[in-house]
């Protein structure tokens, strides 16, 4: 089972996350061993009293991917209504010859709250026929080369992807997906799926084993075998006396259990969301768990 870590970009004026302690944060977690590290895709929270601001992710991973080696790394999600569809093929291109062969494509419809959209001046609505349409032009421009869809939301006739990286077919595509629109277009298009659960609580499993459920009826649905989707989950973790409300807390060993009864579920891999944030201590102090989960 994999294991993957999520940094935080976000902060404020008086407070920002600075490049060098993101820089540290991966290498730190390709040191202890992670398997991934996913970084999020936001711009701005608006506030009366301190807005929050985070840094752009595509320039970001591309520094991550130079600054380290082997450690995958990815967006969370890619939010959709940022970028042109055709962009974001040739962005996950790039990213992917820069990090030779390590970068995932993830991929999201975006939120559902829409004052950052409307702050930048991004089309969102409506919010899954634009994801729908998007996602369908970048699985063709990775995986042909080019795309050719007039959709009622974008338009990509005629764009192609001319120079690949080490992949002739483009990087893995995973599409964040909870409702069963967006898992049915990650049973079409995804090489994974990825979920998150808000309202799994405490140690129970049902919460995940009703949604791999669903998964599943939607992958059969489309003439897709589930087993030919990985599956990837974000958690929440509370590490150093930190409770996290998904349930994910206490002892390394308690935490590792429950991850690894996941993977008894069918989630091939975890990514982590440290609850009091993550920094190059935090990122550290969990190498006992990366050991744990990979030793089984």
């Known amino acids: 089972m994999d294991i993957g870590v999520a940094l935080d970009f976000h902060g404020t004026a008086a407070a920002p996350v600075r490049w060098a302690s993101l820089r540290d944060q991966a290498c730190r977690a390709e040191d202890v061993g992670f398997d991934v590290v996913v970084v999020p895709d936001h711009l701005y929270y608006p506030s009366a009293d301190e807005p929050v601001g985070a ?6 991973l591309g520094a991550l991917a130079e600054a380290t080696e082997v450690v995958r790394l990815g967006h969370s999600m890619m939010n959709l209504p940022y970028r042109p569809p055709a962009l974001v093929a040739m962005i996950a291109t790039t990213l ?7 970068y995932m494509c993830g991929l999201g419809a975006g939120n559902t709250a829409d004052a950052e959209y409307e702050a930048f001046g991004f089309e969102s609505s409506p919010r899954f026929g634009r994801a729908a349409e998007a996602v369908e032009i ?3 421009m990775l995986r042909n080369g080019r795309s050719n869809l007039n959709g009622d939301h974008h338009r990509s006739v005629g764009a192609e992807v001319v120079m690949r990286g080490p992949r002739p077919t483009g990087p893995p595509i995973v599409v964040a997906a909870h409702g069963p629109k967006m898992m049915r277009l990650a049973a079409r298009f995804a090489d994974e799926w990825n979920g998150y659960d808000h309202d799994a609580t405490g ?4 919460p995940y084993e009703s949604m791999l459920a669903r998964l599943s009826e939607v992958c059969s649905a489309v003439g897709r075998d589930p087993r030919d989707l990985r599956r990837s989950l974000d958690i929440i973790l ?11 807390d206490g002892s390394i060993t308690t935490i590792a259990e429950r991850i690894l009864r996941l993977g008894e579920l069918g989630i091939d891999e975890v990514r982590c969301y440290i609850a009091s ?8 102090s969990l190498e006992p768990l990366v050991e744990a989960v990979h030793r089984h």
């Open 277 to 284: 944030g993550s920094n190059p201590d935090s990122i550290a």
């Open 96 to 102: 992917d010859e820069i990090s030779d062969g390590r």
């Open 138 to 140: 970048i699985h063709s």
């Open 238 to 248: 509370g590490v150093g006396g930190v409770e996290a409300n998904m349930g994910f």
């Open 203 to 206: 140690d129970a499993l049902a």
């Open 55 to 60: 840094w752009e992710s595509v320039a970001m």
